[in-house]
């Protein structure tokens, strides 16, 4: 009796090759988008927590502004010994960071917890800000070294209402005793109080928002990305003042004024007024291709 070849012939296997290749290039492009996609909800969820661990501690200090920086020590700047608002906040959260260890200045990445964005290209970055000279410690993370880059105060809360920069947060670092009352922020719904940054520093300010920043977080001119972390398609992330989180392009925070910095009178020091910088922030911001074809 006759037996059937059950092989498959070359071209049937180069068929069904061609075909996997296929699936492939069409599914790994989507597996990657909601692996992206996943990771900004995690970053979100992240900033929400934050969010609240900041009102709570607003609530136990009679609606002041947790600090950013609470050292008088000018040689604590950029060393363990420094302390900031991820510090103070830390009871209200206890995700992440390290011990404040008397001081210590660590040298490696450790474990960011809720304080870190899984998509922050720069969250154990030691990268310093050379464009300025060296600043910054030289080590993983932040200024301090004991959580990593992600997660900032705006430094603008509060300067329409007060017609100052650093309004609503108190910074001992700098001499400021006198914190802001959350009665100063009109608007919370629409106040940011917290942006996601590549940069060491535990707050941001205006001109930064439009800063060119490599993805380990050094702000230099030519590189595609900013200093604020995007999320592909232009957006970012942000945690408002009553505690709801979004994600917004970043044009739009400019624009709707979302800073809390853009009256068209408020002062911007040396006559330069908050339309003014409005319209350059915006300017810089539309220069850098993250903002703009969302890399």
């Known amino acids: 009796m006759k037996r059937s070849s059950t092989a498959f012939t070359l071209i049937e296997l180069l068929v069904v090759i061609a075909i996997i290749a296929i699936l492939a290039a069409i599914l790994f492009p989507v597996f990657a988008q909601a692996r992206a996609a996943a990771r900004k909800a995690n970053c979100l969820s992240n900033m929400k927590q934050i969010a609240m661990g900041i009102l709570m501690y607003?609530?136990?200090y009679d609606e002041a502004g947790v600090p950013k920086r609470a050292f008088t020590d000018p040689s604590a700047w950029f060393t363990g010994r420094e302390i900031?608002?991820?510090?103070?906040?830390?009871?209200?959260?206890k995700s992440g960071g390290r011990p404040y260890d008397g001081g210590r200045t660590?040298?490696?990445?450790?474990?960011?917890g809720i304080f870190r964005c899984l998509e922050n290209t720069a969250a154990w970055s030691a990268a310093t800000v050379v464009y300025w000279g060296g600043w910054g410690p030289g080590v993983p993370g932040d200024e301090t070294?004991?959580?990593?880059?992600?997660?900032?105060?705006?430094?603008?809360?509060g300067h329409n209402e007060a017609n100052r920069e650093g309004a609503f947060w108190p910074d001992f670092a700098n001499g400021v005793f006198t914190p802001g009352n959350l009665s100063l922020i009109q608007q919370p719904a629409s106040t940011i109080m917290l942006a996601e940054t590549r940069m060491f520093f535990p707050e941001i300010w205006g001109t930064a928002m439009g800063y060119a920043c490599t993805p380990d977080g050094i702000?230099?001119?030519g590189v595609p990305t900013g200093c604020i972390q995007g999320h592909k398609s232009g957006m970012t992330n942000f945690a408002f003042f009553d505690g709801h989180v979004k994600t917004i392009r970043l044009q739009r925070s400019v624009t709707d004024d979302l800073w809390d910095a853009f009256a068209p009178n408020t002062d911007w020091g040396g006559g330069y007024t908050g339309a003014q910088a409005q319209q350059d922030v915006l300017n810089a911001i539309n220069s850098l291709q993250e903002w703009t074809t969302g890399i």
């Open 106 to 112: 660590y040298t490696t990445p450790g474990d960011g």
């Open 58 to 60: 607003i609530q136990d």
């Open 145 to 157: 070294s004991r959580y990593p880059r992600s997660y900032a105060l705006n430094n603008h809360a």
């Open 84 to 93: 900031i608002w991820k510090d103070l906040v830390m009871p209200y959260i």
């Open 219 to 221: 702000p230099v001119g």
